[in-house]
């Protein structure tokens, strides 16, 4: 078999693509026929620069779930072909068997594995910790932020006083102090997880006791039901074999977290926490003084029902346009870290860690670094335009 010229290995890419393609047709369809009754996501679609933004965000959300299905790959993303070390796009394999796809459509890195398999892997491991991570970062972050901006006083200063603390160090410098070998040797990121992922707990038993306080006899039902579900979810994050901190037996135990990833998502986590903090803090000074929040008092609503039903959902434009920034910050954090080998293990088909392998030979072979080098420009930017999209639109409102 002859090498592939880039008039078929386009289309042969597009053709891998397809469960992707038919996802966001889907997705683009029922939001635009329903827009009108889906709030600020609907208004998105209004936005030239939004829908393109949400496309291509949409975009690789869809490639890493079909990715990790195997739907999109085309070989084993850590498998080594003998005879296709740095070979160029388009290369047959040798000896393929039967089943087995006859090309590297984007060629062989320095260990003989397959670029693409490894670009479209690398972007499940986003799509899983990127979202994920700046969640529980705003969970923090809105936890400590609405009653230090409430209340004020001392309890203010010293949340606004660790915030800064932690804000005094260089971002990459305190994400690679935490994922360093010698830190995590030590536990600290584990019990910081314990601590940090604790947070979702406290937020969700507030909200729902403070919404349903007059209603005892549905509050206490629905407390201690959805408490149980978080915090068995809560222990099965932090619970790991063989550490002290192995707080559940393993069939009880729902998640078997890599070490790698849980020091990541820790790190991005602690990281983002005190601006989120300083965000929501800002917008709590400036809404606590509004009419509504001053009618809610009148009216006996207690602080942290005025908190989170008042204050937090006409702080909601604001905060849903830096989650998609601070997701994209993530994901350049999450590069960073690959591209200098800390977090993920070595063979991890990250984009970060894929960009740094490539880069070694890059005057030489251009294939192994650009594929993920451009996935990840591309998914950046995607963030980018969908928060500039909802910015638009929710001043609009």
Not at 245 to 267: K, M, S
Not at 303 to 323: H, K, Q, S, T
Not at 325 to 333: E, F, K, S
């Amino acid at each position: 078999m002859e090498t592939l010229t880039w008039a078929e290995i386009i289309p042969r890419i597009l053709w891998q693509f397809l469960p992707v393609w038919i996802a966001l047709v889907g997705v683009f369809a029922v939001s635009i026929l329903f827009k009108r009754r889906l709030g600020l996501y609907g208004k998105l679609f209004d936005s030239g620069i939004g829908m393109i933004g949400f496309a291509l965000v949409m975009f690789w959300v869809f490639t890493g779930i079909f990715g990790a299905m195997d739907l999109i790959v085309t070989h084993d993303a850590l498998a080594q072909a003998s005879g296709m070390k740095n070979k160029v796009p388009g290369t047959p394999l040798r000896g393929a068997e039967e089943g087995e796809y006859a090309y590297y459509l984007l060629g062989g890195d320095n260990l003989a594995r397959d670029v693409f398999s490894r670009t479209i892997k690398g972007a499940w491991i986003v799509v899983q910790i990127a979202p994920l991570a700046t969640l529980f970062a705003f969970m923090v972050g809105i936890t400590l932020g609405l009653p230090a901006g409430y209340y004020g006083g001392k309890l203010d200063t010293l949340l606004t006083f660790v915030a800064n603390l932690v804000l005094a160090f260089p971002v990459i410098l305190l994400f690679y102090l935490l994922v360093t070998p010698e830190i995590v040797a030590t536990g600290i990121p584990s019990y910081m997880a314990a601590v940090l992922f604790v947070f979702p707990l406290i937020f969700a038993g507030v909200l729902l006791n403070s919404r349903y306080h007059t209603r005892p006899t549905l509050r206490t039902p629905l407390l201690i039901g959805v408490l149980f579900v978080m915090g068995w979810l809560y222990l099965s994050l932090v619970s790991d074999a063989g550490t002290p901190l192995q707080v559940l037996p393993g069939w009880l135990d729902l998640f078997d977290v890599p070490g790698g990833i849980l020091v990541v998502f820790v790190a991005v986590v602690f990281v983002n926490s005190p601006t989120v903090f300083r965000i929501v803090r800002g917008l709590t000074l400036d809404i606590k003084t509004r009419d509504y929040v001053a009618a809610a008092q009148t009216r006996g609503e207690g602080p942290w029902y005025i908190m989170l039903w008042e204050i937090l959902p006409n702080a909601r434009g604001p905060l849903i346009v830096d989650f998609c920034l601070r997701i994209g910050y993530t994901t350049i954090l999450l590069g960073t870290l690959g591209f200098f080998g800390l977090g993920m293990p070595p063979e991890s088909p990250d984009w970060g860690s894929t960009i740094n392998e490539g880069r070694k030979l890059l005057t030489v072979y251009l294939h192994p670094a650009l594929p993920p080098a451009f996935a990840l420009l591309s998914l950046v930017l995607g963030l980018n335009l969908l928060a500039d999209g909802l910015r638009e639109e929710s001043l609009r409102d």
